[in-house]
């Protein structure tokens, strides 16, 4: 199963339409007094920022925290080209290939997220930030002290090289998300230029912000298009170190990082080395967790979090496991049809294979009750869509009715509840009117599609995780004669499938932020369905989903983003895109008993193990020194 974060899709922060970056408190440059141009040291969408231009260090961090030790991880989360199971390339922000995880660990940006605030980011390359009073053009003024691992200083050049490439050259996700980005200039040695269109989403300013900054020495000569093992220059906390192709990479923690003893930067990157593991198969990955081969994971997984952590390591105190309450998102994650295939072109059949899925006979029998049941794609939010549409979502969806569904302007559609006993005859039985009405025809034990064709779905992945909650399922289909079938393929293969649009059906868990921006197009917005490599993979194009993301990419107000979402999500639940699976309530940690965490836990976030540190004495009493 595929998981993907609006955090990895551009590092910290993400898009949508410029409100007032204002933030406090407001400094003048007195060159741009009479200009009415905004100076700050940091940028947000809605109101002022938390933080005062003198904060020391983020709130959920511990300043004193030690450095050294180790922390061994698999990618459980990515952007770009990232692969779960395996990489072939070390740069994971162009199309080609399967990156490796991590990578933003070892590049910088303008600026940086904090987890106590939505889209809200603090300088780290920029020491300052001029905004003009129509918010299109950012100056950003950088520390002149910043510097590449190489030593070479690190420059208003290598900025517009960095934003020029990638909007160019980029994955075809983030080349979506930089359409408006219109200009970036190197004004002088430390001092940069973005400028951006009239059209520009509300959030474009953070994300532009927040982008890697590459240097363009190391890639003059270099296709950074082309796949590449040869470690990248960066400028960051970490640097890659050694690796072995689909096997493992690590990154080396920089001494003299020269944004060390930043406020952004105190008591973050405490481990010296940070290794990401890659196991194709959970089992295996699950074996070498308890060998300690890994030795800090969240578990996705119930079963194994209800039945498998009973081992020696875990029964004698070396090994911990912990649930924390969840407090940032929960991931949109489903079965996603795609729409582009003929045979689910119409409404009726999506629904028709949807109600075969027996949430309640799997949460119970697979995943021991762990589980709720995912209704929205803005679940556990305000901004999940609950009964009639108010008179605001109202005002947004009137432009549309001739052309949207009835059921839009109705309570929105739920998943049906299930008698748990893994064959509901009532909600088969309903599955079969719907085929019927949509024109299927049933030939013996064999359902058929209108054109007389057997019904056959392929369900594609590169994991068989999902194999046992998938298997009853397809049970289901049979009972109505779809046939369906599982087929696992290798991840190079299920990567060029994917990005091709190549598939039937496929399992993700597609990330959000927690205010919803542009960043929504790549999942659901026209021109995402028919760009390769975007992850629309569901194939959705409706101009009513197009208007209603402009509103949510251009909102003035956390208000109109729930207002927007809301009518967003009536229309895309209405749509029968996917078939919701379930999120888990709390985060389930588990690892090896050598860490320490501070007090304080983000606003929006774990924090795990980013904000960490190794415990030098613990590690000696596990026999991990």
Known sequence: MARWTRREALKGTAATLALPAIASPVLIN??????????????????ELGLPADFKHFAYVNPAAPKGGFVTIQLRSGGGNQSFDTFNTLNSFVDKGDGVGGTELIFDSLVTSHADEPLTAY????????????????????REQARFHDGSPLTAEDIA????????????????????LESVTADDRHTVTVRLTPKKSRDLHLLVGSLNVFSKKFWDGRDFEAAILEPILGSSAYRMGRFEQGRFMEYERVADYWGKDLPVS???????RIRYEYYRDRNVAFEAFKAGSITFQEEYTARQWATGYDFPALRDGRVKREELPRTGTTAAQGWYFNTRREMFKDKRVREAIAICFDFEWTNKNIMFGLRARTTSYFERSDKKAEGLPSPEELALLEPFRATLDPEVFAAPWVPPVSDGSGNDRALLRRANELLLAAGCKRDGAIMRLPDGKPFEIEFLDSNPALHPHTQPFIANLKRLGIEGRLRTVDPAQYQNRTNGFEFDMVSLALGGSQIPGDTLRIVMGSEAAKTPGSRNYAGIADPAIDALLTVIANATSYKEVVVACRALDRVFRAGRYWIPMWHAPTVWLAYWDMYERPEVQPKFGEGAPSTWWFNPEKARRIGRA
Not at 124 to 132: D, P
């Open 266 to 272: 105190v008591g973050l990157n405490n481990f010296d």
């Open 30 to 47: 007195p060159a741009f007094a009479e200009t009415g141009w905004t100076e700050t040291h940091g940028l947000s969408t809605f109101g």
């Open 161 to 180: 090289f960095s934003m020029n490439i990638i909007k160019t050259k980029g994955h075809s996700s983030y080349r979506l998300l930089l359409r408006e």
């Open 123 to 142: 300088g780290l390359l920029a020491k300052s930030i001029l905004i003009a009073p129509d918010k299109l053009t950012y100056r950003f003024k950088l």
